[in-house]
């Protein structure tokens, strides 16, 4: 099993920045891809970003330009660096893993809270 640890989630302005951590542990023995998904108020669950092991990324269109993923192998964390947040952006952020292609997912984390207020 692998458990996935989210942190730094809060709330911030509209126009700010915030960035969110994701500390994998356990069996992360052959863990490719690592990435966040969101989920707003009323909203389907939706990729956000996503990293291989080797650095290639890939962004939803709405956070292009504003979000960066990034990822440190030797912490196994990844990181989501958001700025120009919108209120839009709020919405629970689950970290998530797997050991496929960048789109796959094996593993959730629990979640952490990004509110923007307007």
């Known amino acids: 099993q692998v458990q996935l640890v989210e942190s730094g989630g809060g709330l911030v302005q509209a126009g700010g920045s915030l960035r969110i951590s994701c500390a994998a542990s356990g069996n992360i023995f052959g863990i490719n891809a690592m990435g966040w998904y969101r989920q707003g108020p009323g909203k389907q669950r939706e990729l956000v970003a996503a990293?291989?092991?080797?650095?290639?990324?890939n962004y939803a269109d709405s956070v292009k330009g504003r979000f960066t993923i990034s990822r440190n192998n030797a912490k196994n964390t990844v990181y989501l660096q958001m700025n120009s947040l919108k209120p839009e952006d709020t919405a629970v952020y689950y970290c998530?893993?797997?050991?496929?292609?960048?789109?796959?997912?094996?593993?959730w984390g629990k979640g952490t809270l990004v509110t923007v207020s307007s």
């Open positions: 998530t893993a797997g050991r496929s292609g960048i789109y796959g997912v094996d593993y």
């Open positions: 990293i291989t092991r080797g650095g290639r990324t």
